[in-house]
Every structure is written in C-alpha cells, then in structure tokens.
C-alpha cells in the first residue's frame, strides 16, 4: 500500500505544466479601424448662401451631427518565455526530494507503530517476570519460615511441686534456636481489660538463669515456676488473697523468648514469643491456663 500511493502521488506531479497561448493573438500589431456613421440625408431646410457670415459654422460645411472616425491599437500578449534546463532539473530535483520525503514520513510511521507495540510487549513480559520474583521470593521466604526454629510456650503441672505449674518454651521448628533473652512479669488485675495495652516490665534485663539456652527440634525447657505458696508473696495483705480466692481480683504471669537461628550471625533480628497465663486459685487445688489478649500472645 505504501508503494501504490507513492506511484500514484509521482505519476500527479510528473504532469507537465505546458503553457497556454491563447488564440489570436500575434507578434504583429494589427490595426483596427471603424468605418465612419452613415450620414444622415440633408436637412430640407434652406442653406445660407455662400460668403455669408451666417452660413460659416465649425463644421466647415460639414453636417454637425456626424461623429469622426477614430482608431484603436491594440497590444498583443507577450509570447510566453522558454523554460530553461536549470528550472527543468530544479523542478525534477524537487520532486525527488518530496518523493523520498513522503517515503520517509510513511516509513517513520510505520516504525513508530512497530516502536509502540515492542513497548507494549515489553512492559506485559516486565510485569510477568516482576510477578514471577515476587512469587519466588514468596516461596523462598516460605522454606525458610518452615525450616525455621519455632519457639512455642506451654503450661504443664508440675511433678515435683503440689498445685506447681511449670512454664515450659518448646522448639517446634525444623532447625535448632539459640534463646538469648527471657522476661516474665507477675501482675494481679480484675480481668485481662485492665491489663496494660502494652506488656510492661519492671526488670528489663533478661534472666541469666535462663538463657542463653539452645533448644533442638522438638525439645521444652522451663523457664518459669509457679505454685500456689506464691500466691502469698505476690498478694500484699491478707484482703487481696481472699481477694484472689474469690475470683475478685486474678493472677496473670506474662513474658517473653527471644532466640535466633543458631547458625544466624549475632546482628540478625531475634525472634519474639510473647505469652500470657492466667492463674486460677481454687479452695484445695489451684490450675492454670493460657489467657491474655492478643498483644500478649505475639509470635515473629
């Protein structure tokens, strides 16, 4: 199609543009003259007598109603002039030019278009292999949550103390964890709506007793002991432990693990395991169960 309108725009301006000579006109000038009026039949009036002064007129004897004869020239037209050779290759010159210059427009065109499909073809495979490293870098991040240590914390009766209950910190992951830091706080409250949003803390320093520790796939080790002679020391008078006793005011032991990889390097962000249990103190036998809000019961 680019080739055909091409032809066709050539063959358009190839039309010589001859020059027109309009009929009868000549090199020469020609003469025209118009033939004088007929004039009219004499006057039957009578005519003065000659020599006197009242028949002389300025006609000269002539009849005053008749016009003179006149002449018109007129100019031919130029002949046109010759064109010359240079006009001639100038002209030829410029149709090449306008010819090579619509080729080249159609061409840009038709490359532009070329451009802006490889462009969006570009931008869909750029938006497939960006969703692919995403999808892949998902699925790395995923073997390396399962192969992991997991820190989780349980409640266990205690076999050696009567009414004691054991807090116990268990890998559940595929790897082994290195615990670097624990932390556990007694706080006595209605309910678990009257505990701090956040957990808080008296003592920030980890507990050396404890840690560091590491724990292989799927073995427990405790990290805090409570029994029912506690109650006692934790309560501040006798009130608040029949308090206690009534279910009025309830025991909430609350902390948290942190471990690491053990092959992770020592600037590595540790992991958290945060836990919460309520204590519930009965008449004879005491019992103990993870409660908490949310906020207290955080795993990363």
């Known amino acids: 199609m680019i080739w055909k309108g091409l032809l066709i725009f050539a063959a358009l301006l190839a039309v010589p543009q001859a020059p027109v000579t309009g009929g009868g006109q000549t090199t020469d000038h020609s003469v025209v003259s118009h033939p004088a009026l007929p004039v009219p039949a004499a006057s039957t009036a009578a005519t003065p007598a000659a020599g006197s002064s009242a028949a002389r007129s300025d006609c000269e004897g002539g009849n005053c109603d008749a016009q003179r004869p006149y002449i018109t020239i007129a100019t031919a037209a130029p002949a046109p002039a010759p064109w010359p050779l240079q006009n001639r290759i100038a002209w030829g010159a410029n149709l090449v030019l306008v010819i090579l210059g619509y080729a080249g427009i159609l061409l840009a065109v038709s490359l532009l278009r070329k451009i802006e499909r490889q462009t969006k073809y570009g931008e869909a495979a750029a938006t497939a292999a960006a969703e692919s490293a995403q999808a892949a870098l998902l699925h790395a991040q995923a073997i390396l949550n399962a192969e992991r240590p997991w820190i989780l914390v349980t409640v266990e009766p205690s076999k050696s103390v009567d009414s004691g209950f054991t807090i116990s910190a268990t890998n559940r992951g595929r790897s082994p964890a290195r615990i670097i830091a624990i932390l556990?706080?007694?706080?006595?409250?209605?309910?678990?709506?009257?505990?701090?949003?956040?957990?808080?803390?008296?003592?920030?320093?980890?507990?050396?007793?404890?840690?560091?520790?590491?724990?292989?796939?799927?073995?427990?080790?405790?990290?805090?002991?409570?029994?029912?002679?506690?109650?006692?020391?934790?309560?501040?008078?006798?009130?608040?432990?029949?308090?206690?006793?009534?279910?009025?005011?309830?025991?909430?032991?609350?902390?948290?693990?942190?471990?690491?990889?053990?092959?992770?390097?020592?600037?590595?962000?540790?992991?958290?395991?945060?836990?919460?249990?309520?204590?519930?103190?009965?008449?004879?036998?005491?019992?103990?169960?993870?409660?908490?809000?949310?906020?207290?019961?955080?795993?990363?």
């Open 184 to 300: 556990d706080e007694t706080r006595i409250a209605e309910d678990e709506a009257h505990l701090p949003e956040i957990p808080e803390y008296k003592d920030a320093e980890p507990n050396p007793s404890a840690a560091p520790m590491i724990l292989l796939p799927g073995e427990s080790a405790g990290i805090k002991l409570f029994c029912r002679q506690d109650v006692s020391g934790i309560c501040e008078s006798t009130e608040r432990i029949q308090r206690v006793k009534t279910w009025e005011e309830k025991i909430y032991l609350y902390g948290k693990v942190l471990y690491r990889d053990l092959a992770a390097p020592s600037n590595q962000q540790p992991h958290e395991t945060d836990w919460c249990c309520w204590y519930i103190h009965g008449r004879q036998n005491s019992g103990m169960v993870m409660a908490g809000p949310p906020e207290y019961n955080l795993h990363t």
